[in-house]
């Protein structure tokens, strides 16, 4: 990539489509069309093609303003990457695959796509603690609403055995290449929820939004082991009650608040 661009402005007065096709055989380039201005930017110098535009206007008896301006050139994709930050929550650190994992922490790699949690919610940030405080090593899991993967990939570290579900199909795929990237396994997975559910889990987790958590908690507890741990997200304060009502018949173990977001803990 070179240090510096041109871009080349032009408003012609008339004549607005010869203009452009010239523009594009001289150039060659994408060419940006922005209410009757056409912009060429280009690493080669584009004043050749200034000059060449303003005699064609004068062999069209028309004008044009025109403009051509060294510009110095961006590393996108590093500012891109800059932008995305790695987050650390309890012992994980989450990261983008091209930032170095940290040393002495559990590594999760979630590169930014279009499936929900990369761990900067308050949401899934409080689940992984959750997740880290009552999740016991072996357990079997069911990551309902995997979106990225992320919580159920937590668990995975921790040496769990975990099955993953999401109403969206694009999840599923997106879970599953994370799974591959951070190297764990999961067992089963479905493009569906957890009334789906073949089996029963010693830990269920669920971040979706209250409505929901609302819709499919007799599902939720359905499938919960005698003994086993229920951990819901998703949850604006002002509708906790509402979420609370539902799951009564279970012991509260922990509520955590992070800003305005709640996630609950339950045990059966
Ligand atoms: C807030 S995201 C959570 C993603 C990830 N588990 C996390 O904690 O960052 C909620 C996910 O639930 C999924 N979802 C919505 N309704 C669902 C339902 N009824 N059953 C299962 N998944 C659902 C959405 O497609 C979305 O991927």
Not at 111 to 119: E, I, M, N, Q, W
Not at 180 to 188: G, T
Request: charged share 30%; glycine share 4%.
């Amino acid at each position: 990539m070179s240090e510096y661009y041109y871009e080349l402005t032009i408003k012609p007065k008339s004549h607005y489509e010869q203009f452009l096709d010239l523009l594009e055989v001289l150039t060659n380039n994408a060419i940006e069309e922005l209410d009757g201005t056409l912009i060429a930017r280009s690493e080669d110098d584009l004043t050749n093609v200034e000059f060449g535009i303003n005699e064609f206007a004068k062999r069209l008896d028309t004008s044009c303003e025109t403009s051509c301006v060294k510009k110095e050139n961006q590393d996108w994709i590093k500012n891109y990457q800059q932008s995305v930050k790695s987050a650390e929550i309890g012992k994980f650190y989450i990261r983008p695959s091209w930032e170095e994992k940290k040393d002495g922490s559990i590594d999760i790699i979630i590169d930014p796509a279009l499936s929900f949690g990369s761990g900067h919610h308050e949401t899934t940030a409080s689940c992984i603690l959750a997740i880290e405080q009552f999740v016991k090593e072996k357990s079997t899991v069911l990551d309902v609403g995997c979106g990225s993967g992320i919580l159920s990939i937590a668990a995975a570290k921790l040496g769990c055995a975990v099955d993953i579900c999401d109403t969206d199909d694009v999840c599923i795929k997106d879970t599953k290449d994370n799974f591959k990237l951070n190297s764990v396994n999961f067992n089963d997975s479905w493009i569906g929820s957890a009334n789906n559910a073949k089996k029963k889990y010693d830990v269920v987790i669920a971040n979706i939004v209250a409505d929901v958590l609302v819709m499919i908690h007799k599902d939720l507890k359905k499938c919960l082991n005698d003994d086993g741990i229920l951990i819901v997200s998703g949850i604006l304060d002002k509708h906790l009650d509402r979420v609370l009502r539902k799951f009564e018949d279970l012991n509260k173990l922990e509520v955590i608040h992070k800003n305005e977001w709640v996630t609950i803990v339950f045990s059966k």
